[in-house]
């Protein structure tokens, strides 16, 4: 049974460790509400689940989470942001404000970050946006375990993208996917339930079809959003691939089969031809099209049709991208956030190692 | 049998029609040669094969060719074009213009176009970037024939993505590709040789699933890529409305189940909230964001280690995205373009109703 934490103990619990890897309190308080808005969210994945990975990246000297990002390169609506090793937690807000800054004034801002690491979940950068009546726009690369269509290897990270659209009376439009048929963390998922897996979300390492949510472990690989040629798993390899080099080539990043790993026991590429993990972060301002109340209005429009379109299960209607997360967010929010067993022991282990306090259960 | 006709025959076959329309002959050719890089490129079902249902929907008085589109808002790094009820074979290209203009002085250009029609194939309205050592992004939202997922209901069109990023020694990476599992085209192809379609590409008007290629014209619909909900056919769903959004929504045009229908002989939709269809085009300067000789570099590294990823078939390779079409495009350019019977009578018939001297074969 998992235990249910109320979110501000865990951010208490996060902002304390990080601080222990030399981040300021400021910092530290970034990388938290970043880290647990996956937990929020329900991508548990991608949330409090990792910060025992994110320490021994440290440990390892993978990573340097005091780092400050530094800005290196800049025109009217672009800039290359360079994460100088430090954490995707912290580097991601601070490239996302200079594109929301760049937008400001240009209508639009693009920023592509290098020397990143892993940044959370997508969409709370994109979600950054939102208050400022603009679409925000975040991408990330990471480590190789997609294999493109018609090969073995694994040539890309499952590669997520996201877009964060303002609405009127409705809530945001918020799209945050991998460019997979499954995410890693839904193999995780079916891992823990000892469960197999449709067929179409992985294949074994000569590239025949499987269904064991452990293929990863001897060799297999992710299949892109498609899952196969006749349905156009084509597709998914290009989305991947543009997610590749935009957060990669574009920065000055490692791309490809060169992103550098997450889990610091496995050894780096032996060569590397760019700087960490990349990003690519975009902002752009509503009224450099139109003015943000006709957008607005007409956005409540199209989420109305959508939500009104007819289901074919009337139980399950149409889901607008955001809603379920939406929902989940408030929810743990008020009640608490449930913290598996497994997390629960490593999340222990990791305060007795920095001298951090215990999370009150 | 199809007849085999040289490029340059069809060209002036189409300018001639074009210009029958109310073309300037600037417009006219501009027209034909977006046109035409359907046929080039091997997209058959977007090219001369469509020329019919331009001029139907001239003579319909829902299109007018000779319309000139309009800036008529800008950023620096932003614009809004209307089309003027125009091609959109010639508001894409002249909003892709401004696109590189602003990219020229604010490192990206970004034009939302409203009030535009089909603008044939999105990869090459990209490819305009790929000279001036840019990134091209071209996007378009069109009629409605796809479901979101866990609805029966037509809401979206196929909307397509395009993206070209130029390499050194390579050949620039083109990707151009529907949001959906299977584009229209591949159904019509599929009609022509009268074999039944793979499952999940459509279902029936009650949302079951169907091998019909046929089920368009009794109510079914397109399924989004991933096809299931098993497959992540919410993520096809999220791609087609961030395309629609961008280029219904944010530009003025019509969107989702609005966008008016390209068949002539389809009724308007009865309410319209925008104007015409919508497009989103962008244009990425590389040294906006690090040198553009340094950017190539590393793309032909990652293009040629794609190439060399190891295939799951050794006759098999991976393939780059634009590849095909590319050898297509001078294949066809050498030894002509083939036209199927249908097409071949219909360009006879629209030749003798316009006046315009029937094509020599």
Same mark, same amino acid.
């Not at 937690?89 to 209508?107: D, Q, R, S, W």
């Not at 996201?162 to 009127?168: F, L």
């Not at 049709?305 to 967010?329: H, L």
């Given at each position: 049974?998992?235990k ?7 951010f208490?619990?996060?902002?304390s ?13 970034t ?27 440290w440990?390892a000297?993978?990573?340097n ?16 942001v ?48 939102l ?6 726009i ?16 694994r ?6 993208i996201?877009? $964060? ?5 409705q *809530?945001? /439009?918020? #799209? ?8 890693? @963390? &839904? ?7 000892k ?10 390492e ?13 060799g297999?690989?992710?299949?892109p ?27 000055? $990043?490692?791309y490809?089969?060169?992103? *550098?790993? /997450?889990? #610091? ?8 031809? @760019? &700087? ?10 509503i ?17 109305t ?15 607008i ?5 939406r ?10 956030i ?10 222990h282990?990791?305060?007795e ?9």
């Amino acid at each position: 049974m998992p235990k249910i934490i109320p979110y501000h103990t865990l951010f208490a619990f996060c902002v304390s460790v990080f601080e222990k890897t030399g981040m300021s309190l400021s910092q530290a308080e970034t990388a938290s509400r970043v880290l647990l808005s996956a937990d929020l969210r329900g991508v548990d994945s991608h949330g409090i689940a990792r910060l025992g990975g994110y320490v021994r990246l440290w440990m390892a000297g993978r990573m340097n989470p005091a780092a400050e990002p530094e800005l290196i390169h800049e025109t009217p609506s672009t800039a290359v942001v360079d994460g100088h090793q430090g954490s995707g937690l912290i580097t991601a807000p601070f490239a996302m404000e200079v594109a929301i800054h760049k937008a400001e004034k240009a209508g639009t801002g693009w920023v592509a970050v290098q020397n990143s690491s892993h940044f959370g979940i997508a969409g709370i950068h994109a979600m950054m946006a939102l208050e400022k009546d603009m679409i925000g726009i975040a991408m990330t690369n990471a480590s190789p375990l997609v294999a493109p269509t018609f090969s073995k290897s694994r040539m890309l990270g499952t590669n997520p993208i996201a877009m $964060a659209i303002p609405a009127g009376k409705q *809530p945001a /439009f918020v #799209a945050d996917f991998a460019t997979t048929t499954a995410a890693n @963390g &839904k193999l995780e998922i079916m891992q823990r339930l000892k469960k197999p897996i449709p067929e179409g979300w992985v294949q074994t390492e000569s590239g025949a079809a499987s269904t064991d949510p452990h293929i990863l472990k001897s060799g297999g690989a992710i299949l892109p959003l498609g899952s196969d040629r006749e349905h156009s798993s084509h597709k998914g390899f290009m989305l991947g691939s543009m997610v590749d080099i935009l957060c990669g080539v574009l920065s000055g $990043a490692n791309y490809g089969k060169y992103v *550098p790993p /997450f889990p #610091a026991y496995v050894p780096m590429p032996s060569f590397m031809p @760019g &700087k960490g993990i990349g990003h690519f972060l975009g902002a752009m301002r509503i009224d450099a099209f139109r003015t943000a109340d006709e957008f607005k209005m007409e956005m409540d429009q199209w989420i109305t049709d959508m939500r009104n379109a007819e289901p074919i299960d009337p139980d399950q209607k149409v889901i607008i991208p955001g809603d379920p997360e939406r929902q989940m967010e408030a929810q743990r929010m008020e009640s608490g956030i449930p913290i598996i067993p497994g997390v629960w022991n490593d999340l222990h282990e990791l305060g007795e190692k920095l001298g951090v306090e215990k999370i009150p259960d």
